[in-house]
């Protein structure tokens, strides 16, 4: 790869990241082109080097969400290699996601960033389509090894799953960080493990 490409691909990612920053402190509506410039250091007419329009800017900033979930996978699977314990890892990692800024919420969950943008809407659905499948995979891996009842639907588990965060993450949003999503988590993990474990696996996983 070429300086001046590897610049580039810099670049965008770096003005991806000042989009996640600006819709977490102010939303998706206030976004702007320029707001966007002043935060990365650029003058207006720089942003249009690296994206046409706001629309292409916020789709880079779906793929920055997309990169931290794939980090989140390969992080849980080197720490464990228990499929229990790694979604026990994930949950915590997106706890951590949560407690670091509302650009997740806002521009995931919000129909503000969504309506009338069928483009968005639908890489949000590969996105989320794609993490319940890799979810729905350890809920089967633990299945095999014996630690998960092989009478849990694995794409059932994996939306429960998932909704331990995502409430979490608009009640921690809608309270200004007040709600403790940690604690949510830690309870929450704790009732969906019950549900899912064989006798097995109350051995072998971590409480």
Do not use: C
């Amino acid at each position: 790869m070429s300086d001046e490409k590897l610049d580039t691909e810099i670049r965008r990612e770096q003005i991806a990241e000042a989009v996640l920053s600006l819709v977490a402190a102010h939303g998706v509506n206030r976004l702007s082109m320029a707001r966007v410039a002043r935060h990365v250091g650029l003058v207006p007419s720089g942003i249009y080097r690296h994206f046409k329009n706001k629309d292409e800017m916020i789709l880079a900033a779906l793929d920055r969400i997309e990169v931290r979930l794939q980090e989140n996978i390969r992080a849980a699977a080197e720490e464990n290699s228990d499929p229990l314990d790694q979604l026990r890892t994930l949950l915590m990692r997106h706890v951590r996601m949560i407690r670091e800024g509302r650009a997740v919420p806002r521009i995931v969950l919000s129909d503000d960033a969504h309506s009338g943008h069928p483009e968005r809407l639908a890489r949000v659905r590969q996105i989320v389509g794609a993490y319940l499948g890799h979810l729905a995979e350890l809920v089967r891996q633990g299945q095999v090894e014996g630690t998960i009842r092989a009478d849990v639907d694995p794409p059932t588990a994996a939306l429960m799953f998932l909704g331990i965060v995502i409430p979490a993450g608009i009640l921690w949003h809608l309270t200004d960080g007040k709600f403790d999503a940690t604690r949510h988590a830690e309870r929450a993990w704790q009732v969906f493990r019950r549900a899912v474990v064989t006798e097995a696996g109350f051995t072998t996983e971590t409480m």
